[in-house]
């Protein structure tokens, strides 16, 4: 009579092909880590003043709402470019790198898109310390360009 356990096959384990696998698991989140710091920049850049020390130092709870949307905004770029790659290595890093890049440049446009169509500059938005609904409308409408950029990726 033989037990359960010993009826369990478990197949060989490919070394090789981990170690490939954590690699480009390395490979790919290095890209991704790499488009969300040029994303924090390309939005530093678009703001007024210096968007680190309003987020972090001054607590800007407006900043902060724009931060946020705009690095999920790009995480749902990123993780669509990621998936939809190529299949071979090289190739995968490579889309996933240009289409992350796409993606921070189009969040950026689409931010001074926002900025020439809503009622207030982002500038004064930005500077206002209290929290404001049209930081949140802003934030909001960066996350679905985000989805729409994301879905765009062929």
Do not use: C, K
């Amino acid at each position: 009579m033989s037990t359960s356990w010993q009826a369990l096959e478990f197949g060989n384990v490919d070394s090789d092909l981990l170690v490939q696998g954590v690699v480009a698991t390395l490979l790919f989140f290095a890209i991704g880590f790499g488009v969300l710091a040029l994303g924090f920049l390309a939005l530093d850049l678009l703001t007024p003043g210096n968007l680190r020390t309003q987020v972090y130092t001054d607590h800007n709870p407006n900043a902060a709402i724009l931060l946020v949307a705009n690095h999920l905004a790009l995480a749902i770029i990123v993780v669509t470019a990621i998936m939809t790659s190529a299949d071979s290595l090289g190739q995968g890093l490579v889309d996933t790198a240009v289409y992350g890049l796409v993606g921070v440049v189009l969040q950026a446009v689409a931010l001074r898109l926002l900025d020439a169509v809503i009622p207030e500059h982002l500038r004064d938005l930005v500077n206002e310390p209290r929290m404001r609904g049209s930081a949140w409308a802003v934030g909001a409408s960066l996350v679905a360009i985000g989805a729409v950029n994301a879905a765009a990726l062929s």
